[in-house]
């Protein structure tokens, strides 16, 4: 049986008091009306927290097990993108030295409006495979992803660059994230095989897809460490200082992000080159007397 629940005087003021239209309430009808209520949610709630205890530890367990699921594949996300990872960007300037010996990039200025062309192309090129491949991160999608981006590339350096990098990405990925037997399966198989050319865009996408990151994130991944690598080609070519380059990169953000929504959610058949001098520029660097980067 519930506790008689002790009615207080004030309450019964209240049930009782004048309403537009209604009589008002006597003290003994108000004081049944409120026992009858609170009988009532004493009643269901012992009746809604009666679930068997076992019950609920097993609830718990399993929230716990997605939860820590799911802060382990954040970890190995973030790790995607942390420039430890040794999948060779470092060595690559985008062009970025064969434009300082041309006189193109000279100073801090040029240096800002070379990264943001530099994203501008990637957002219009290299983001639909980069989104294509997260979308269907499969073998079927990801050769004919490889296979048109191979066809599209008419500057040999920057094409031999795509693969240098997405071949050192999957023999990477394919060892740290051990979780994703896929990524080794494809390593084994067409590394080196030459069916396939290992381009670092679609490579990236498929990787992200398999790693369960949305088609969003990836995109805004890639321009991301796209922006990283340009600038830190200036650090090491003198352009700017490591303080300089954070503060460039931090203020180039809101134009890397309008880019990102310029060029988002496209099919790789939408692909194309919006600055081709930069193109033409990094085709320069195998006629440099002397060189740092791969291109």
């Known amino acids: 049986m519930p ?9 019964i003021k209240y049930l009782g ?24 949610l004493t009643t269901h709630t012992q009746s809604t927290c009666s679930l068997p205890m076992e ?33 060779g960007g470092f060595a690559h300037s985008f062009g970025l030295e064969a434009a300082i010996q041309t006189r193109i990039v000279s100073g801090p200025e040029d240096l800002r409006t070379f990264v ?24 079927e999608t990801w050769h004919k992803l490889d296979r048109t981006l191979d066809a599209m590339l008419t500057n040999e350096v920057g094409r031999k660059a795509s ?7 999957i023999r990477v990925a394919a060892v740290v994230f051990s979780e994703i037997p896929s990524l080794k399966s494809m390593r084994d198989t067409f590394l080196g095989s030459g069916v396939v050319s290992f381009h670092h865009a679609p490579i990236f996408g498929l990787i992200c897809g398999l790693l369960g ?3 969003r994130t990836s995109q805004r991944a890639y321009l991301f460490i796209t922006m990283r690598d ?6 090491r070519l003198n352009l700017v200082g490591p303080m300089g380059a954070a503060v460039l990169q931090h203020q180039i ?25 930069l193109d033409t520029v990094q085709g320069c660097h195998g006629y440099l007397f002397s060189r740092m980067f791969c291109s």
């Open 17 to 40: 008091s004048q309403v537009p239209g209604l009589k008002p309430l006597s003290a003994a009808t108000a004081r049944n009306q409120l026992i009858d209520r609170n009988h009532c």
């Open 55 to 87: 019950a609920g530890m097993e609830l718990n367990k399993e929230s716990e097990k997605s939860t820590s699921m799911d802060s382990h594949l954040q970890w190995s996300q973030w790790q995607l993108l942390d420039s430890i990872l040794p999948t």
């Open 116 to 139: 943001i062309h530099v994203l501008e192309n990637t957002g219009s090129l290299l983001l639909p495979f980069v989104y294509s491949a997260t979308l269907s991160p499969n073998l």
């Open 230 to 235: 340009v600038i830190s080609a200036a650090t």
């Open 213 to 215: 990151l949305d088609s």
């Open 163 to 169: 693969i240098a990098q997405g071949s050192a990405l």
């Open 253 to 277: 953000v809101l134009l890397a992000e309008a880019i990102l929504e310029k060029w988002m959610d496209r099919n790789a058949e939408e692909a194309c080159q919006t600055i081709p001098l």
């Open 3 to 11: 506790k008689q629940t002790k009615v207080h005087n004030h309450q």
